[in-house]
């Protein structure tokens, strides 16, 4: 073995102790029961004033990749602030959590994660070297931010700097939606209003109406362009 794949599997192992010690860290210190639920995780953020801003974007990015949901955090940033800066702090917090996942199963842990990938998302692989950009928004517009997703892209061919920019235009519409209606979507524990269902039915219809309407822009564009702008990302 050569020094610099010694090098290479050293470095990915501290990766691995490093996010084992800090998820065990954030057990032993009960930030995974602040966590638990949107009304304890926005009291705990609110007590913390300023800090609050930061200790949100942190604690998505380093929890969600590794199994604390997203929708905890973005239900509760509209319960705490206005919803123009709960929209951003969702947005940072999700596209840094997408980043530490999709790293972590390109860099990290690719052959491992690769082999616990389910069926219904490889059936996207060639979805993915056709339309890259394409099919990274529609995916994460329909699917938002699953563990699995951040996964799958990791593992895929699909490129950086792709999966960022097709992550952040894929999750516009959704947080900017539940950021703008949340305070009427939830109540103060985080629990869905029985009239949330009629709004939730129409963020469902927009997205597989924008999902449709990028299909059809797909099959219109010719594919030779694509191709040759994905070989440059």
Request: a positive charge; one cysteine or more; hydrophobic letters at 55%.
């Amino acid at each position: 073995m050569s020094p610099k794949t010694r090098s290479l599997r050293s470095a990915k192992l501290g990766v691995v102790i490093l996010v084992l010690l800090a998820l065990a860290g954030a057990y032993h210190f009960g930030i995974f029961a602040r966590v638990a639920e949107p009304k304890i995780l926005a009291e705990t953020l609110v007590e913390m004033g300023a800090w609050g801003y930061l200790a949100f974007i942190l604690a998505y990015t380093v929890l969600q990749p590794f199994g604390v949901p997203g929708t905890i955090f973005v239900v509760a940033a509209p319960l705490i602030w206005r919803w123009q800066t709960a929209f951003a702090l969702s947005m940072i917090g999700t596209m840094c959590a997408s980043v530490v996942g999709f790293s972590f199963a390109r860099f990290v842990a690719k052959d491992w994660v690769s082999a616990r990938i389910p069926a219904r998302l490889r059936k996207y692989n060639e979805s993915l070297e056709r339309n890259a950009f394409q099919t990274v928004v529609v995916l994460r517009l329909i699917l938002w931010m699953p563990q699995v997703l951040h996964s799958f892209f990791g593992v895929s061919k699909v490129g950086f700097w792709t999966h960022f920019w097709g992550s952040l235009v894929g999750y516009v519409p959704p947080l900017l939606f539940v950021s703008y209606l949340g305070g009427e979507m939830f109540d103060a524990s985080g629990r869905i209003q029985p009239g949330a269902w009629p709004i939730l039915a129409g963020l469902l219809i927009a997205s597989l109406l924008i999902a449709a309407l990028v299909r059809a822009y797909e099959r219109r564009r010719p594919s030779g362009g694509l191709r040759d702008s994905q070989r440059g990302a």
